[in-house]
C-alpha cells in the first residue's frame, strides 16, 4: 500500500500555500511552498522533497516518558506538549524532537494494546508536529525494565512491561559496588539476563515487543493526517541495545551481527507493513561501541551490516563518561575535544552509506562535574558542526566533513518539580532533577509562574545551523559565543589573514557555510537563534550582501528573512542560487552595527578568496 502524502507545490513566489485540500492538508503557521515534504535518506544524507540537504537538531522529549506519574507520557497535558513544543521552537532552535514510547505502557497485559495510551500519545506527539517540528519516535528502555527492582532498591529501569519481567526466572537485582546507574547494565544479573532473553526471544518477548511495534506505528499512521505524517522522520527501535550477557564463544561483533542486525531486519519488515516504508529506522549499534573510556569499549558499530541504504540510518549517542567520572578527566573541555568521536560517527555512516544522528548526547548540569557543562555541550555542538577544531578550521575547511544531526538529552517541563514515587515506593518521592537514578540534564524548567525557562546558555542552545541546504553542504561552523560562568568562549576566532571578516564579525556571534548548489529551486535554510534580531544581521554570500535582511518574497530576495513554521516567532535565514553544481558561502553574524558598503565588498572579496584557496 503506497503512504498518502502531501502534494508537492508548484514552484513559485513567496506567500502563503495554497488552500488545504483532502490530499494537502494543512500545514503549520509561517509554513512557506517548500515546507513539509517528508524525509528521506538519499547519497547519505537527510534530504526533503526539494532534495535539500536536512539536518536534524533538537531535544528529547523526554526522560519523564521513563516515570509512572504521568503514565509513561512525556507531559500530563496536551496543554503542556503544546507548552513545551512552543518554547522548544523559540528557545531552543530546534527543529526535530526524539519522541520516547514506553512499552510497558503500550502493551500493560500482553497481547492487549491500550489504545487510550496510544491516543495520548498521537495527541502530545501532534503538538510538535503543528510547530512544524520533526520527530521520530522511540520505544525507549534503559535497564530492561522498572519491574526488575524492588521498591527499595538504589535504582530503577524503564521499558518492559511487568508481564514480560513475570515471564523470567530472573534473581534479585544486585548492581555490587556500584557508582553510577549505568554500572547496572554489566554488573546487575537481572538485568543481564533479562536483555539476554529479549534478544534470544525466550518466552517470545521479542516478538511480541515487535507486533506492539507495529500496531503503534499503524496506530500513528492512521490517526496522523498528511501532512502530520510527513514530518514523521522515521523510528528508532530500541534505546541503547546491549547483549546483557554474551553467549560462549559470542563477540560484542558477532552478537550485532547474528542477533542485533536481525532484529532491526524484522523490525523494518513491521514499519513497511504499518506504512512506513518510506520512513527509516534510526537504528543503534551495541551501546559502548563508542564508549571514551578504553576498558568500555568493545568491538561495534554494526560493522557486518553492510551497506544500509536508505532504509536505515545510523543512530548513536555519545556521553563523555570520563567528564562524568569527576575521576578521568580533570578539568574542562577545550577546543577540539570531540572531534575524533564525532569523526568516527561521521566516518562509520560514510562506510555503511547512509546518514547519521547523534540522538542523544549532554552532561549532568548538577553535581560534582557540573561545573564542565557549559564546555562539554560546547564542544560535542562544535563536533556537531564540524570534524575540524576551531584552530584549524579557517586553514582546513575542505576536512570539516557533513554537518551531523543531533538531539540533546533533555528537554524535561517538570525538571526539580516531579513527584515520583521511585520503583512505587511512597516513602521514596523524588521531585529533583529528573527524577531518576539521580541525573539531571534537562536543558529546561518551569519557573514559578509556570513559563519555560533555559537552564543552560541561550546562546550554547539556540544555534545558528543551515537546516536545509540547496544541495550539498560541504563546510559549516558556528561560533555561539557561549558562557562558562563570566567567561566567553572563543574557539573558532576569525584569523588575521581576514581582516575585513574579522572587522565585521566583531566579538558577535557568526557562522559560516560553503555549499555546493544543487537542481532544485526551493532556497538553503539556516535557523535564526533569538540573539540574531534581523535589523541587526548582517550576511555576506556571493548570492547577495544585505544587513537587515528583507523579507522573503521568492527569489527576487536572495538573501531574505522568514518565519519558522508553527507560529513562535522563530526565524529563518533564507539563501536563494540560481544554477546547479557551483559553490557558495555564507557569512552570517550580529556583530556589525551599520557595517558599510565597502566593509562589506570587502569582507565578501576576502570570503570569495579564501573559499577558491581552499576549494
Not at 32 to 45: K, M, N
Not at 105 to 115: I, K, L, S, Y
Amino acid at each position: 500500500m503506497g503512504v498518502a502524502r502531501a502534494a508537492p507545490r508548484a514552484c513559485g513566489g513567496a506567500g502563503a500555500p495554497p488552500p488545504p485540500t483532502a490530499a494537502t492538508p494543512a500545514l503549520p503557521a509561517g509554513s512557506l511552498w517548500f515546507d513539509g515534504a517528508p524525509l528521506t535518506v538519499r547519497g547519505g544524507r537527510f534530504t526533503d522533497g526539494q532534495g535539500r540537504e536536512i539536518v536534524l537538531r533538537g531535544y528529547n522529549v523526554s526522560g519523564e516518558t521513563k516515570l509512572e506519574e504521568n503514565g509513561g507520557l512525556p507531559f500530563a497535558s496536551v496543554a503542556d506538549a503544546r507548552r513545551s513544543a512552543s518554547a522548544l521552537r523559540a528557545l531552543g532552535g530546534a527543529n526535530t524532537v526524539r519522541f520516547l514510547l514506553s512499552w510497558a505502557h503500550a502493551e500493560p497485559v500482553r497481547g492487549q494494546v491500550d489504545t487510550g495510551y496510544l491516543a495520548a500519545v498521537t495527541e502530545q506527539m501532534r503538538a510538535f508536529l503543528d510547530e512544524g517540528i520533526r520527530v521520530f519516535p522511540d520505544f525507549h528502555q534503559d535497564l530492561y525494565s522498572r519491574h526488575l527492582f524492588d521498591s527499595g532498591s538504589w535504582y530503577t529501569g524503564d521499558g518492559a512491561p511487568k508481564w514480560a519481567v513475570d515471564a523470567g526466572d530472573y534473581p534479585a537485582e544486585s548492581c555490587g559496588i556500584c557508582l553510577f546507574w549505568g554500572q547496572n547494565i554489566t554488573q546487575n544479573a537481572a538485568v543481564q539476563q533479562a536483555q539476554h532473553d529479549f534478544w534470544h526471544n525466550a518466552h517470545g518477548l521479542q516478538d511480541a515487543f515487535l507486533t506492539t511495534a507495529r500496531t503503534t506505528m499503524e496506530y500513528l499512521r492512521q490517526h496522523l493526517n498528511g501532512a502530520e505524517f510527513a514530518d514523521i522522520a522515521g523510528f528508532d527501535p530500541y534505546n541503547e541495545p546491549y547483549a546483557g550477557s554474551y553467549d560462549s564463544g559470542q563477540t560484542s561483533r558477532t552478537w550485532e551481527r547474528d542477533l542485533l542486525w536481525p532484529f532491526y531486519e524484522k523490525f523494518r519488515a513491521r514499519m513497511d507493513v504499518a506504512g512506513w516504508q518510506d520512513k527509516p529506522a534510526f537504528v543503534e549499534p551495541n551501546l559502548f561501541w563508542n564508549a571514551n573510556i578504553s576498558t568500555q569499549k568493545q568491538e561495534g558499530g554494526l560493522l557486518d551490516a553492510g551497506t544500509l541504504g536508505p532504509g536505515y540510518v545510523f543512530n548513536t549517542h555519545f556521553y563523555d563518561q570520563k567528564a562524568i567520572s569527576g575521576i578521568l578527566m580533570w578539568g574542562k573541555a577545550a577546543d577540539g575535544q570531540y572531534a575524533s568521536d564525532f569523526a568516527a560517527v561521521r566516518d562509520r555512516a560514510a562506510a555503511a552509506g547512509t546518514a547519521a544522528v547523534v540522538s542523544e548526547f549532554g552532561h549532568p548540569l548538577s553535581g560534582a562535574v557540573a561545573d564542565k557543562a557549559p564546555t562539554v555541550l560546547k564542544a560535542m555542538y562544535q563536533a556537531l558542526d564540524s570534524r575540524e577544531p576551531g584552530a584549524r578550521w579557517w586553514t582546513n575547511p575542505a576536512a570539516s566533513g557533513p554537518v551531523l544531526s543531533g538531539t540533546q538529552w533533555q528537554w524535561d517541563l517538570y525538571s526539580g518539580r516531579h513527584h515520583e514515587l521511585m520503583n512505587g515506593n511512597p516513602d521514596k518521592v523524588l521531585t529533583s532533577g529528573d527524577a531518576w537514578n539521580d541525573e539531571d540534564l534537562s536543558a529546561v524548567r518551569l519557573d514559578d509562574s509556570g513559563n519555560v525557562t533555559l537552564r543552560q546558555d541561550a546562546r550554547l542552545l539556540d544555534r545558528l545551523y543551515p537546516s536545509a541546504t540547496a544541495g550539498t553542504a560541504l563546510v559549516f561552523t558556528y561560533e555561539d559565543r557561549s558562557r562558562d560562568g563570566s567567561t566567553t568562549l572563543t574557539w573558532n576566532p576569525v584569523p588575521s589573514s581576514l581582516p575585513n571578516v574579522a572587522k565585521l564579525v566583531g566579538s558577535g556571534q557568526y557562522g559560516v557555510l560553503v555549499w555546493r548548489s544543487g537542481d532544485g529551486t526551493a532556497p538553503t535554510e539556516l535557523h535564526l537563534p533569538a540573539s540574531f534580531a534581523t535589523a541587526s544581521t548582517t550576511v555576506v554570500s556571493d548570492v547577495g550582501t544585505a544587513y537587515a535582511p528583507p523579507a522573503y518574497t521568492g527569489a527576487a530576495t536572495p538573501v531574505a528573512v522568514a518565519p519558522e513554521p508553527g507560529g513562535t516567532g522563530s526565524r529563518r535565514l533564507l539563501l536563494t542560487d540560481t544554477d546547479s553544481g557551483a559553490l557558495h558561502f555564507a557569512l552570517v553574524t550580529n556583530g556589525a552595527t551599520a557595517p558599510s558598503a565597502d566593509l562589506l565588498t570587502a569582507a565578501r572579496s576576502e570570503l570569495a578568496g579564501w573559499l577558491a584557496a581552499h576549494f
